[in-house]
């Protein structure tokens, strides 16, 4: 089992945002029995912005349903407002709609509240280090929504829009198999290089390409073929 610090040299910060007060003191609960630091919870919306804003956890378990402020804008204003943040969302919904509208908001992953405490943990810890991490059947529908996205016909850009920087080869590697679907472990495993590494490609592709997350790098690898390479 993985412990619980990360390539941050110290605990996993996590916060728990839940309007069920029993849930979410559970879930907090046993995070904190596994050894992540839980630095806040949160029972609506609002709160929750203002009180990861406070905190700054690595992590947040967020559920949708929220009053307030719905979940999905909660993940897209504290990803907006800090990119490195990673967003696992807990929820009892597995409708596609919901899935895929969490992951266009920045979600990292989506787990069901079906998932076993063991199973939360693993994806918690997975999602600190920018895992997607998905109930088994989610991570299929997604890839299939980015090719669906890939198929659409770009925007038009204006006459003077800058030439596409340009990558290196290992960026472009990285970039291809992000693509296909492996997580950044999978990555570094096929690759022979470190978890980190992956990571430090991933984000200099994204500055390169002035891209926001995962969603967007995939749909750009996608729309230029790289997954069929």
């Known amino acids: 089992m993985t412990d619980s610090t990360d390539e941050r040299h110290g605990p996993i910060k996590v916060m728990v945002v839940d309007d069920h007060p029993m849930w979410r003191d559970a879930v907090?609960?046993?995070?904190?029995?596994?050894?992540?630091?839980?630095?806040?919870?949160?029972g609506d919306g609002e709160q929750a912005v203002r009180r990861a804003?406070?905190?700054a956890p690595h992590v947040l378990v967020l559920?949708?349903?929220?009053?307030?402020?719905?979940g999905v804008q909660v993940c897209k204003e504290l990803v907006a407002a800090n990119p490195a943040l990673r967003v696992l969302v807990l929820s009892?919904?597995?409708?596609?709609?919901?899935?895929?509208?969490?992951?266009?908001?920045?979600?990292?992953?989506?787990?069901l509240k079906s998932a076993s405490t063991e199973e939360l943990i693993d994806a918690v810890r997975r999602t600190a280090v920018g895992d997607p991490v998905f109930t088994p059947g989610l991570a299929g529908l997604v890839l299939g929504e980015y090719r669906r996205l890939a198929s659409e016909p770009a925007p038009t850009g204006s006459a003077d829009e800058p030439k596409a920087p340009q990558l290196t080869d290992r960026e472009t590697e990285?970039?291809?198999?992000?693509?296909?679907?492996?997580?950044?472990k999978q990555i570094a495993e096929r690759l022979v290089i470190s978890h980190r590494t992956v990571q430090n490609h991933?984000?200099?592709?994204?500055?390169?390409?002035?891209?926001?997350?995962?969603?967007?790098l995939v749909r750009y690898a996608i729309e230029r073929g790289l997954d069929d390479e």
């Open 28 to 42: 907090a609960r046993d995070l904190a029995e596994s050894g992540l630091d839980v630095v806040a919870t949160a």
């Open 53 to 55: 804003q406070a905190v």
């Open 63 to 70: 559920d949708l349903n929220l009053p307030a402020k719905p």
């Open 92 to 111: 009892a919904s597995g409708e596609h709609a919901d899935v895929l509208e969490a992951v266009k908001s920045g979600a990292t992953g989506y787990l």
């Open 174 to 184: 990285v970039l291809r198999l992000v693509a296909k679907g492996l997580s950044y």
């Open 202 to 216: 991933v984000q200099n592709t994204l500055g390169k390409l002035q891209l926001h997350n995962r969603v967007e």
